[in-house]
């Protein structure tokens, strides 16, 4: 095993220790962040969405923000202000938490959607334009947003747009009465993740996201998430189907996640793995509504029921 695929695996068991029994979960979010995507965390409150953030910065030596969502949050308090300098005559942009390596937006949908589509230039093209300048954001950008249910009070509907930005969208669920035992006595003199170690540099963050486009996918594999696409873009209960940023990022998802397992080519089981967590949440239903994510889950894992594996 070469030394960078032992700091992957660091990378994951670190944050094991503190995301206790969700380890397909952690493998999902960490092969997110190998295909330069972005993670949409929704769940009830207190089951750990924000503390898996945290572990990810703090398994990573790179720049941190946290932004946390209000109805009052402006897109300036994300992405920065311009102010007038008066002794020298001219603006002079002071940049928000935007720019960093990993950013942390904590109960997205409790911001208004004009706040949210603050993300949207950046998260799909790494960079943001503020009175027509446009600034970089850097090679290694990660967005990982945590959201309440839409029930919960407060809440804002994240616009599709904004939804079919992020590659995953995933919850944490309850923890085993095991693992919520252990998490009683972990944290009686404080909080685990203040004590974690980092484990990983974002160099080699950046060298594995490059080997991640090096995973060769066959074209028989490449027509099996065609396929899929495709089926939900003809179901009759949809408006709308998977979008073709949702099949380019199911692909480079599942090119993630065969490197975790050591692999130089993606297999239909890795498609199949990625399929509801990247594509649940970019269908549209007739009428506009919206349904759990558990449901949408179901949609998608029927869809896989109906394509024939190559």
């Given at each position: 095993m070469s030394s960078r695929a032992q700091s992957i695996v660091r990378l994951l068991n670190n944050i094991?220790?503190?995301?206790?029994g969700k380890g397909d979960r952690v493998r999902i979010a960490v092969a997110?962040?190998?295909a330069r995507g972005h993670l949409l965390l929704e769940?009830?409150?207190?089951?750990g969405k924000t503390t898996l953030s945290r572990a990810l910065a703090q398994s990573i030596r790179c720049g941190f923000q946290r932004v946390q969502a209000t109805s009052d949050l402006l897109p300036s308090d994300i992405i920065g202000v311009s102010i007038y300098d008066h002794q020298r005559n001219?603006?002079?942009?002071?940049?928000?938490?935007i720019f960093t390596n990993l950013l942390l937006v904590d109960e997205i949908n409790r911001a208004t959607p004009r706040t949210q589509s603050s993300l949207l230039q950046a998260m799909s093209e790494f960079e943001v334009t503020i009175d027509q300048n446009t600034y970089s954001l850097?090679?290694?950008?990660?967005?990982?947003?945590?959201?309440?249910?839409v029930e919960q009070i407060g809440t804002f509907l994240l616009p599709e747009?904004?939804?079919d930005r992020f590659s995953v969208r995933i919850s944490l669920g309850y923890p085993s009465a095991e693992s919520e035992e252990r998490m009683?006595?972990?944290q009686m003199e404080g909080h685990p993740v203040e004590d974690l170690e980092q484990v990983i540099t974002s160099e080699e963050i950046l060298i594995a996201q490059q080997e991640v486009q090096k995973i060769r996918i066959d074209p028989r594999v490449a027509r099996y998430v065609l396929k899929i696409a495709e089926k939900t873009r003809t179901r009759d209960d949809l408006a709308a189907g998977v979008s073709p940023r949702g099949v380019l990022s199911l692909v480079r998802l599942s090119q993630a996640h065969a490197l975790l397992d050591g692999r130089d080519y993606v297999a239909p089981d890795d498609i199949k793995a990625l399929a509801a967590p990247a594509?649940?949440?970019?269908?549209?239903?007739?009428?506009g509504f919206r349904t759990s994510l558990e449901e949408e889950y179901a949609l998608i894992r029927n869809v896989l029921d109906e394509v024939p594996v190559p």
């Open positions: 094991d220790r503190i995301i206790l997110t962040l190998l769940d009830v409150p207190g089951v001219s603006f002079e942009f002071k940049p928000g938490p850097g090679p290694l950008f990660f967005v990982v947003a945590t959201q309440n249910p747009s904004q939804l009683i006595f972990d594509l649940a949440h970019r269908v549209i239903y007739r009428g």
